[in-house]
């Protein structure tokens, strides 16, 4: 298993700000991800952080809109540029561990409220 | 394409009765099946998995079987408790390692 943390828990932002979330994991990981969880909705992967290299995004989502860092194989931060309402969501950092079946592991979240 | 579709929710019980929330999918290949729950204020925490059909995940009382000829990973459980209240969300992993959730279902159980 893998014991992950997210730093901020949550915040309330501005409109037109930019908020910076943090990923710790207890163990080295290959795989890290960032997923949204909109209100009374699933989650939606937004990126898959790459150590090393820029991350890979899914469709609808932009570099210059969700900038992704993964300096080490532990570590991986997500910003929330520009901020607008619609960003208001909760952000959750993910692993994938190697288990036979590859499971995914998830950090509490960050609740983003954007006024 | 592949998605997850799970009932609708809120679902609310009485302690001690019977739970059932479907979940049904859409895939190519041969997916892996998950069940994830969400207590409150907390991360999802993996609560089930089978990554075969016919194969059934369990654990804490709840039990998912994998149905091919379904496409179905309802999830039961036969006398649910009030600290199972959560939201419980049903996902796939597809041969390209991707996971698709579905929307989640809240589930409250009253004393």
């Known amino acids: 298993s893998a014991v992950i943390s997210q730093k901020p828990s949550r915040d309330i932002c501005q409109r037109g700000t930019s908020l910076t979330i943090q990923c710790q994991v207890d163990?080295?990981?290959?795989?890290m991800f960032w997923y949204r969880q909109q209100p009374g909705q699933s989650l939606t992967l937004i990126a898959t952080a790459n150590q090393g290299s820029e991350a890979t995004y899914e469709s609808g989502f932009v570099i210059d809109k969700f900038p992704i860092s993964r300096p080490n194989l532990t570590f991986s931060t997500l910003t929330v540029s520009n901020m607008s309402p619609e960003d208001s969501s909760i952000y959750l950092c993910s692993v994938e561990v190697l288990t036979g079946v590859n499971e995914q592991f998830f950090g509490p979240g960050t609740r983003l409220t954007v006024l | 394409g592949n998605s997850v579709t799970q009932m609708e929710g809120p679902v609310t019980l009485s302690e001690e009765a019977f739970l059932t929330i479907n979940c049904t999918y859409t895939a190519t290949g041969y997916p892996s099946l998950f069940w994830y729950v969400q207590y409150p204020g907390e991360g999802l925490q993996l609560l089930l998995k089978a990554t075969k059909a016919d194969d059934k995940g369990s654990n804490k009382g709840f039990e998912a079987t994998y149905r091919k000829e379904t496409t179905s990973f309802h999830l039961e459980k036969g006398s649910v408790q009030v600290s199972d209240s959560a939201v419980y969300f049903c996902?796939?992993?597809?041969?390209?390692?991707?996971?698709?959730f579905g929307t989640g279902t809240s589930l409250t159980v009253i004393p």
């Open positions: 996902a796939l992993r597809n041969t390209g390692n991707q996971f698709y």
């Open positions: 163990s080295q990981v290959t795989m």
